[in-house]
Structure formats: structure tokens, C-alpha cells
């Protein structure tokens, strides 16, 4: 007793294009159907010819990516190295940076520390060359020197250091 699938497979494998192969007496049926049949052999075999090409092509690929998968390996290690270097870079940069910008600020200071003893320096020679000109007198040079002292900042005529160094 044949199962229902091999009854299918006979009928189907008895059946060309609509032709019972076992009913087949004519020689035009016979010669039509061997075409048919001959036509479905080209058509399986070009498909099978593509079928085969293009898994050449895809074995071909795999092989590629096969030869490139070490070159992969190293070229993740050299990336993850390269952005740890980065990443310390830019913690240096950020640090130089931040030293930078307290040099700068130390550098105002002492800008305007020395203006400020030179303004003190200017007031002393001023007031001493005011005495020496009374003591002279020769009061168009102490006037001079007067309105020079006078031009003089306030925080510094009284301010300590002024204080401290311009003898009075």
C-alpha cells in the first residue's frame, strides 16, 4: 500500500504541462512533451546556474569578511586606544586651560599691583618735589607738581602703602 504522498509524487512526476507521460501514444505528443520537458531542464538548470553563482559570490564574501575579521579585531583596539588618547588630550587640554586662565587672572594683579605702587611712587615724587620747590620757591613747579598729585587716584593718596612711604 503506497502512502498518499508517493501516490502524489507519481502523479505529479507522471505529468508533464497537463500530459499523462503513461497515456502518451501519439509521436507529436510524445515529441511536444519531450520539448516541454527539455525547456523546464533548461529553466531548473539556469536557475540552478544562478543559484550556484551567486553563492560562489557569497562564498567569496564570507571568505573576504573572514580575512578581514582579524584586521577588525585590531582596528577596534587601535580605535578604543586612540579615544582613551583623546579622552586623556582633552582632560590635559581642559587642565592647561584652567591653569592658563589662573596665570591670566595672577597676571591682572600683578598689573594692577604695579600700577599701583608706581601711582605711590609718583605721589611720593611729587610731594617731595613739591617740598623742594616750596623750600626753592619756585611755586609755578609746585603748582605743576600739585595738579600732577592731584590727577592721582583717591583709593591710593589714602591708601596704607601711600601712607606708609610718602613722607608728609
Not at 507522471?14 to 531542464?41: F, H, K, P, Q, W
Not at 587640554?93 to 594683579?109: C, Y
Request: negative net charge.
Amino acid at each position: 500500500m503506497t502512502s498518499k504522498i508517493q501516490q502524489e509524487e507519481n502523479t505529479e512526476s507522471n505529468t508533464v504541462s497537463g500530459y499523462d507521460i503513461d497515456a502518451l501514444t501519439n509521436i507529436d505528443d510524445i515529441r511536444e512533451c519531450l520539448r516541454l520537458l527539455d525547456e523546464e531542464e533548461a529553466r531548473i538548470d539556469q536557475a540552478l546556474d544562478q543559484r550556484l553563482l551567486h553563492k560562489e559570490e557569497l562564498q567569496n564574501v564570507l571568505g573576504t569578511l573572514d580575512i578581514m575579521r582579524p584586521q577588525l579585531g585590531n582596528l577596534k583596539s587601535d580605535s578604543t586606544r586612540m579615544m582613551e588618547t583623546i579622552y586623556n588630550t582633552a582632560k590635559l587640554a581642559t587642565n592647561i586651560s584652567d591653569k592658563v586662565r589662573q596665570l591670566d587672572k595672577e597676571q591682572s594683579r600683578t598689573r594692577q599691583a604695579i600700577s599701583y605702587v608706581e601711582d605711590v611712587q609718583e605721589l611720593k615724587h611729587c610731594v617731595s618735589g613739591i617740598q623742594d620747590a616750596m623750600q626753592r620757591k619756585e611755586y609755578d613747579e609746585a603748582a605743576g607738581l600739585l595738579q600732577r598729585a592731584s590727577r592721582i587716584d583717591t583709593t591710593i593718596l589714602n591708601g596704607s602703602l601711600a601712607e606708609f612711604t610718602v613722607v608728609s
